[in-house]
């Protein structure tokens, strides 16, 4: 009798142990789901468009927090810290294909007009020299930059470039991202060691 005891004591102890383990994994994975889909998600770069600022390999995080994250299958999007900004570095749903990812900069804001012209950017018929944007030359490449061609950015919409321009597939010819389709903001590069840095 004593050793049935023994026997169902410890395969009680086993068996309460295999549940915390499960309650802490499956809270973990809760956490980790949070997490991803409201403050902040990890990407990694798959190609040269965003070079120097971005190469290929760089890991990265976004924070989902800054504009608002959106809540999962509707168009409702939280309160966030701040509104998308001209030279932002921003994630998004590629408008041609919404199961991908692209990441570029952000040029133009709804309502704006852009213009790509002699390697420079025209917003509104002023030129940028924010250092961010006028730091490297723009070709007029696609659709939507052609020279001498002024694009006016819809309502609730953004214009988008990579920083290498010379090989970037971006707003020049696919058009605008809309406002639904921003996934947050690139903030800094984690991976690797070497080009740990914030994302300017």
């Known amino acids: ?18 549940r915390e383990w499960i309650d802490s994994a499956v809270y973990a994975f809760i956490l980790f789901l949070i997490i991803r ?8 770069i798959p190609t040269g468009s965003m070079r120097p600022t971005l190469k290929e ?10 504009y608002g994250a959106k809540i999962p299958f509707t168009d409702i999007r939280l309160s966030g810290i701040s509104h998308p900004q001209r030279g932002d570095v921003v994630v998004f749903l590629y408008p041609v294909d919404k199961k991908r990812d692209f990441i570029k900069r952000l040029i133009g804001l709804g309502g704006d007009t852009v ?42 919409s953004y214009f988008v470039l990579g920083d290498n321009s010379k090989s970037s597939h971006d707003s020049r010819y696919w058009g605008f991202v809309p406002k639904k389709y921003l996934i947050g903001r690139a903030f800094v590069i984690y991976w690797p060691l070497n080009r740990i840095r914030l994302i300017k």
Not at 37 to 44: H, I, L, M, N, S
Not at 57 to 66: A, Q
Not at 133 to 154: A, L
Request: charged residues 30%; aromatic residues 16%.
């Open 1 to 18: 009798m004593k050793h049935d005891n023994q026997k169902n004591k410890k395969g009680f102890i086993q068996k309460s142990a295999l």
């Open 37 to 44: 889909t409201f403050v902040v998600q990890a990407f990694k």
């Open 57 to 66: 390999g760089d890991m990265l995080l976004v924070s989902k927090f800054w």
């Open 115 to 156: 213009e790509i012209k002699n390697g420079r950017i025209y917003v509104n018929d002023k030129v940028i020299d924010d250092s961010k944007i006028s730091g490297r030359f723009y070709y007029n490449y696609g659709g939507y930059g052609g020279e001498d061609k002024k694009i006016y950015v819809p309502q609730d």
